[in-house]
Protein backbone atom coordinates (compact mmCIF):
# COMPACT_ATOMS: atom_id res chain seq x y z
CA UNK A 1 0.00 0.00 0.00
CA UNK A 2 1.27 3.12 -1.30
CA UNK A 3 1.91 6.14 1.57
CA UNK A 4 3.65 9.11 1.73
CA UNK A 5 4.57 10.24 5.96
CA UNK A 6 5.80 14.09 6.26
CA UNK A 7 7.76 14.57 8.98
CA UNK A 8 10.00 17.18 10.65
CA UNK A 9 7.90 20.12 11.21
CA UNK A 10 7.82 22.34 14.20
CA UNK A 11 8.55 25.74 16.02
CA UNK A 12 10.63 28.07 15.04
CA UNK A 13 11.32 31.88 15.43
CA UNK A 14 11.20 34.42 13.01
CA UNK A 15 14.23 33.86 10.58
CA UNK A 16 14.79 30.52 11.75
CA UNK A 17 14.96 27.17 9.55
CA UNK A 18 13.56 24.15 9.01
CA UNK A 19 13.23 21.02 7.11
CA UNK A 20 10.86 18.62 6.61
CA UNK A 21 10.87 15.21 4.81
CA UNK A 22 8.59 13.23 3.18
CA UNK A 23 9.00 9.45 2.95
CA UNK A 24 7.16 7.28 0.32
CA UNK A 25 6.47 3.65 1.16
CA UNK A 26 5.21 1.15 -0.93
CA UNK A 27 6.81 2.13 -3.77
CA UNK A 28 9.87 3.56 -5.72
CA UNK A 29 9.78 7.51 -5.72
CA UNK A 30 11.68 7.74 -8.39
CA UNK A 31 9.28 7.02 -10.74
CA UNK A 32 7.01 10.40 -9.53
CA UNK A 33 6.92 14.14 -9.49
CA UNK A 34 6.96 15.83 -6.13
CA UNK A 35 5.35 18.54 -4.88
CA UNK A 36 5.18 20.49 -1.29
CA UNK A 37 1.69 22.10 -0.51
CA UNK A 38 0.72 24.39 2.71
CA UNK A 39 -2.79 25.13 4.16
CA UNK A 40 -2.55 28.48 6.72
CA UNK A 41 -5.41 28.72 9.40
CA UNK A 42 -8.11 30.21 7.54
CA UNK A 43 -6.64 29.65 3.99
CA UNK A 44 -6.99 27.24 0.60
CA UNK A 45 -4.20 25.23 0.34
CA UNK A 46 -1.66 26.74 -2.06
CA UNK A 47 1.74 25.35 -4.25
CA UNK A 48 4.84 25.50 -2.19
CA UNK A 49 7.05 24.12 -4.30
CA UNK A 50 7.78 21.14 -6.38
CA UNK A 51 10.65 19.07 -8.40
CA UNK A 52 10.92 16.45 -11.35
CA UNK A 53 11.30 12.79 -10.84
CA UNK A 54 15.00 13.53 -11.79
CA UNK A 55 15.75 16.16 -9.90
CA UNK A 56 16.17 18.17 -13.03
CA UNK A 57 13.09 20.54 -12.73
CA UNK A 58 12.25 22.32 -9.44
CA UNK A 59 9.49 24.95 -9.03
CA UNK A 60 9.37 27.77 -6.23
CA UNK A 61 6.01 29.61 -5.17
CA UNK A 62 7.45 33.74 -5.25
CA UNK A 63 6.45 33.53 -2.03
CA UNK A 64 9.43 31.01 -1.10
CA UNK A 65 11.66 32.05 -3.96
CA UNK A 66 15.44 32.17 -2.69
CA UNK A 67 14.23 31.20 0.61
CA UNK A 68 13.43 27.21 0.52
CA UNK A 69 15.04 24.65 -1.36
CA UNK A 70 13.32 21.40 -2.68
CA UNK A 71 15.48 17.91 -2.88
CA UNK A 72 14.89 14.38 -3.19
CA UNK A 73 16.99 11.32 -2.52
CA UNK A 74 15.70 8.45 -4.66
CA UNK A 75 17.79 5.73 -2.70
CA UNK A 76 16.19 6.87 0.49
CA UNK A 77 12.60 7.61 -0.94
CA UNK A 78 12.76 10.48 0.52
CA UNK A 79 11.94 14.44 -0.26
CA UNK A 80 13.28 17.29 1.78
CA UNK A 81 11.97 21.00 1.69
CA UNK A 82 14.38 23.13 3.37
CA UNK A 83 13.27 26.55 5.00
CA UNK A 84 14.98 29.30 5.79
CA UNK A 85 14.32 32.78 6.59
CA UNK A 86 10.99 31.53 7.94
CA UNK A 87 8.26 34.27 8.37
CA UNK A 88 5.41 34.04 10.26
CA UNK A 89 3.10 33.55 7.01
CA UNK A 90 5.14 30.28 6.39
CA UNK A 91 2.89 28.91 9.03
CA UNK A 92 1.00 26.25 8.31
CA UNK A 93 0.68 22.43 7.95
CA UNK A 94 2.48 21.55 5.21
CA UNK A 95 1.49 18.46 2.55
CA UNK A 96 3.94 16.43 0.30
CA UNK A 97 1.96 14.88 -2.87
CA UNK A 98 3.43 12.82 -5.75
CA UNK A 99 2.26 12.07 -9.45
CA UNK A 100 3.56 10.38 -12.13
CA UNK A 101 6.07 12.58 -14.04
CA UNK A 102 4.38 12.33 -17.45
CA UNK A 103 1.63 14.42 -15.96
CA UNK A 104 1.24 17.46 -18.19
CA UNK A 105 -0.25 19.46 -16.00
CA UNK A 106 0.95 22.51 -14.11
CA UNK A 107 3.13 21.85 -10.94
CA UNK A 108 0.54 23.67 -8.97
CA UNK A 109 -2.55 21.91 -10.10
CA UNK A 110 -3.23 20.01 -6.80
CA UNK A 111 -5.94 17.82 -8.38
CA UNK A 112 -3.07 16.33 -11.09
CA UNK A 113 -1.53 14.43 -7.44
CA UNK A 114 -2.60 10.89 -7.19
CA UNK A 115 -1.49 10.48 -3.38
CA UNK A 116 -1.26 12.73 -0.57
CA UNK A 117 0.25 12.48 3.03
CA UNK A 118 -1.39 13.58 6.19
CA UNK A 119 0.87 16.87 6.67
CA UNK A 120 3.40 18.51 9.59
CA UNK A 121 2.62 21.59 11.32
CA UNK A 122 4.90 24.35 10.94
CA UNK A 123 4.62 27.01 13.08
CA UNK A 124 6.24 30.22 13.17
CA UNK A 125 6.43 32.57 16.05
CA UNK A 126 8.20 35.15 19.13
Known amino acids: QLQLVESGGGSVQPGGSLRISCVLTGSSLEQFAIGWFRRAPGKEREGVSSIGSRDDRTNYAMSVKGRFTVSRDNAKNTAYLEMNSLLPDDAGVYYC???????????????????WGKGTQVTVSS
Open 97 to 115: AIRPQWVPANWMMQNSYNL
